[in-house]
């Protein structure tokens, strides 16, 4: 059984400062975790991890974004960034220089782990999400498709239907639960990929991977569902297991799994 794992860390030095990683990694033992928002460069965060190789795709701006994945499995081959000939260059910065997209080819299946851009508390990056990150994104799916299955996992920055996060009325157009970040997902899901969580936990609520920092969220859950296990079709047979794990902490959000059989 392979065991993969998703965490956005919102810093990757902060989690292993508080020991959280270590914890996790101890008491999980998976054999691929993808990060997200690791906010430094390779060298910067210092974690002896023996059994793994790491691989990461930093950020030109230092202690922002980046995605990063530690694996006991070595990769076929490996991919950073997101390929494109889209300008996708805002006032915010270039998307395609934040460290957004880490690529690894295995036997049996391509792994995308992404941090998607946020679009902003007063949606000022909803139109690059909309009209160019999400549509390349897709395809850039859609062409590994052609070789092998893709799992595409990480932190999407969006709650994809009312069942996924605590207030639906109340945040409705608000960041992370507009109808164009919502179409986004809509769109992966109708051009073949299965969300993981909801395949296996269909009508569960009060399950989230995020809360805010303020006003005692997170122990009140009042949170969002923004990080996914998506995987092709074509590997549905081969899903045993997707999991939230609400009890870790050291970060904003928590982490999720899958479990694969070949």
């Known amino acids: 059984m392979l065991k993969i794992f998703s965490w956005n860390v919102n810093g990757l030095r902060a989690v292993i400062n508080k020991g959280a990683l270590q914890e996790f990694i101890k008491t999980a033992d ?26 990461w795709n930093s950020a030109e701006r230092l202690g922002y974004s980046g995605t990063a994945i530690f694996t006991k499995i070595k990769p076929l081959s490996i991919s950073n960034d997101l390929p494109t000939d889209k300008k996708m260059a805002d006032a915010f910065g270039n998307p395609l220089a934040e460290g957004r997209v880490l690529t690894m080819e295995f036997e049996n299946f391509y792994l995308v782990n992404v941090y998607t851009p946020n679009s902003k508390h007063t949606l000022e990056r909803l139109k690059l999400r909309e009209k160019l990150w999400d549509p390349e994104f897709l395809r850039y799916l859609k062409e590994l498709e052609k070789t092998k299955p893709v799992v595409v996992c990480g932190d999407f920055n969006a709650a ?3 069942i996924d ?4 009325k109340d945040n409705e157009n608000n960041a992370g639960y507009t109808k164009e970040e919502r179409q986004g997902i809509d769109n992966l899901i109708k051009a073949g990929f299965l969300d993981t969580f909801r395949a296996l936990h269909p009508d569960e609520t009060g399950r989230y991977t995020w809360w805010t920092w303020r006003s005692n969220a997170r122990t009140r859950n009042i949170g969002w569902r923004i990080d996914y296990f998506l995987i092709s079709k074509a590997l549905s047979k081969n899903l045993k ?3 939230i794990y609400e009890d870790y902490k050291g970060s904003d959000h928590c982490p999720i799994s899958i479990e694969l059989e070949f």
């Open 30 to 55: 998976p054999d691929i975790l993808c990060l997200q928002e690791t906010k430094a460069k390779k060298g910067q965060a210092e974690i002896d991890l023996p059994a793994y190789e790491e691989f």
């Open 160 to 162: 994809h239907t009312a």
């Open 165 to 168: 996060l605590a207030r639906p």
């Open 241 to 243: 297991a997707a999991e």
